[in-house]
């Protein structure tokens, strides 16, 4: 908006100039979402107490959790909210990446809101069912897949996907382009919400995804930085640093109160969304290879539920002690916050690894 508003005026007043730069924006776009989160949260928090919003504590959890019982969820809303009014303040509006990320977090967070909705007020353990959760995530992501099919994000390499740390490696996909994208946007989607058992665990491991996938968005979105790392250039693709950079603010704000011990848990209608914005940058930026880098620890997570209930019902045995993999340390004596930062600890050292692709080629 501002950028609309003010940008226009600097003829008249040069240092309105700044509006147009993206490092401005982002910066403003961070502390925006950042104070709006501290102004809100609070509020927020007590709203979902007094609706009884509470967080149905697992039965055959950790004893450590039972400890959380009275603990409000659905604080996705904090993150969506603020999200998306920096987002709407600081970022291009003509911009068609920043439009459909919108989309997919007004899609998904509505979503994850009926999820929760359905399991928390109106007492339905279940919520809704896997099966449409599912096919709500699909009919979004196969939307996404078929515009990307006929205006692509890099018309050079429209159906191509890069293949990292190789120079001028692409896999070629066609038509099959489209599967691609829903299976990037569904995975990485419901990898986070598998990831979110912890106070703090999701939501800082997506902070760290968010600083990772800004920097590659504006390298991709820059003709000569990406001409020199030699990556596939998208146009408007910088613009993705601004939202990013609302995420970024609006994790951290989050994380004031979802630090351990939470004040409130983010639940599906933060993590749905959040996770899909991910996938849908990591699309955007033709960087979708290297998702499983920067997200490793969502994929190791998510993994360590697959592989549970496989070997399961093949074996009848387990592999870890509980599934997702967080639980299982808790499990062998780890305390919370320890299995948290460690995780985190691995997210940093995943994104170091994964922007070690710009130059290792």
């Not at 990292?164 to 691609?180: Q, R, S």
Request: some cysteine.
């Amino acid at each position: 908006m501002f950028y609309h508003l003010l940008y226009p005026l600097r003829v008249y007043f040069s240092p309105l100039n700044v509006f147009g730069y993206i490092s401005f924006r982002s910066i403003a776009a961070i502390i925006t979402s950042l104070m709006l989160s501290l102004f809100v949260g609070r509020r927020m928090i007590a709203y979902l107490k007094n609706i009884q919003a509470i967080q149905i504590i697992r039965s055959d959890g950790p004893a450590s959790h039972h400890a959380k019982s009275g603990t409000p969820t659905m604080g996705g809303l904090i993150v969506l909210f603020n999200l998306a009014v920096s987002t709407l303040l600081w970022a291009r509006l003509d911009n068609r990446f920043i439009l459909m990320c919108i989309a997919c977090v007004l899609w998904l967070g509505l979503l994850g809101f009926l999820d929760d909705y359905f399991k928390i007020m109106k007492k339905n353990p279940k919520g809704i069912l896997p099966k449409w959760k599912i096919a709500g995530q699909v009919v979004f992501a196969l939307g996404v897949g078929i515009y990307l099919y006929f205006f692509p994000a890099n018309y050079g390499y429209p159906t191509s996907v890069n293949v990292p740390y190789l120079k001028d490696v692409f896999v070629e996909m066609g038509v099959l382009y489209i599967l691609f994208c829903v299976l990037v946007i569904v995975a990485s989607s419901n990898a986070v919400n598998l990831t979110d058992g912890l106070d703090g665990l999701a939501i800082g491991n997506l902070i760290i995804c968010a600083f990772t996938y800004g920097l590659l968005a504006y390298i991709a979105g820059h003709s000569g930085l990406s001409q020199y790392l030699r990556i596939l250039p998208v146009s408007g693709a910088g613009e993705l640093t601004v939202l990013l950079s609302s995420m970024i603010g609006a994790g951290l704000g989050f994380l004031w109160f979802n630090g351990y011990p939470a004040d409130v848990f983010m639940g599906d209608t933060g993590s749905l969304f959040l996770g899909g914005v991910i996938g849908l940058v990591a699309i955007f930026t033709r960087q979708e290879f290297i998702l499983v880098v920067v997200g490793g620890v969502f994929v190791i997570e998510a993994l360590s539920v697959i592989l549970q209930v496989l070997h399961f019902k093949r074996y009848r045995t387990r592999i870890f002690k509980m599934a997702p993999l967080h639980h299982h340390f808790e499990l062998s004596g780890w305390a919370e916050p320890k299995v948290t930062v460690r995780f985190w600890i691995i997210g940093i050292v995943l994104s170091l690894i994964a922007l070690s692709s710009l130059k290792i080629r």
